[in-house]
């Protein structure tokens, strides 16, 4: 499978069909209208059509081999690094928190090889994804997973839009570095949480892509 090979995430398909079935009935209604009638349904049902497709586009990743190295679970913008002293982990580290709006693909993608430890959701609020408080208030899943080289956790956050967390492992299951492992609708953010012995490949401001791009590096104690 090429770089440039795209398909759709199987979340979306639901909606898309759904979307699909509204434009067919738009274009039926404008058929049976008058003539310069109802022009103006098929055409903003056909925009919803193509921004539905082109929001759960699925892109093909060449994922990079290598256990020592932590990649992006998502796609985005880098809005904060720091300490994270109070997160799932037991022991502080640090926390980079990655802003996805409307137009990033929004598939999650694991950021280690390792085991799905944990993985709880928490019911909480929509506010912005990109507020610090998110993080804490907002509706989302946090996973935690265990490899060879150590223990790291990530929560998919939910924002203002979204509305769905998608996240399809179990505890138990073992994920390769990279693989698929669920979504969230329409705008979000994702908050990966490492421990101290991870030295960290990115900066504030960066753009990140799921699966590809190393957010840090497994470092020997």
Request: aromatic share 8%.
């Amino acid at each position: 499978m090429g770089k440039g090979k795209v398909s759709l995430a199987p979340e979306g398909l639901r909606i898309i069909s759904i979307s699909a079935a509204l434009v067919i009935v738009a274009v039926l209604f404008s058929m049976l209208s008058e003539a310069g009638r109802g022009l103006w349904l098929p055409a903003a049902s056909a925009v919803w059509f193509l921004l539905v497709v082109y929001f759960f586009r699925d892109p093909h990743r060449i994922i990079p081999k290598d256990d020592r190295i932590v990649v992006s679970p998502a796609d985005g913008k880098i809005i904060s690094v720091g300490e994270a002293l109070d997160g799932p982990l037991s022991t502080p580290g640090q926390r980079v928190s990655i802003f996805m709006s409307p137009l990033n693909v929004h598939v999650n993608r694991a950021p280690i090889s390792g085991t799905v430890e944990s993985a709880r959701h928490r019911s909480g609020r929509f506010r912005a994804a990109f507020k610090p408080t998110a993080s804490y208030d907002n509706e989302q899943v946090e996973v935690i997973m265990n490899s060879e080289r150590g223990r790291l956790a990530f929560r998919q956050i939910a924002g203002f839009i979204a509305r769905r967390i998608v996240f399809h492992p179990r505890p138990g299951d073992d994920l390769s570095i990279g693989q698929r492992v669920g979504m969230i609708r329409f705008g979000s953010r994702v908050d990966l949480f490492l421990p101290g012995n991870v030295e960290l490949k990115i900066s504030l401001g960066d753009r990140v892509t799921a699966g590809e791009t190393i957010i840090g590096e497994f470092i020997d104690a």
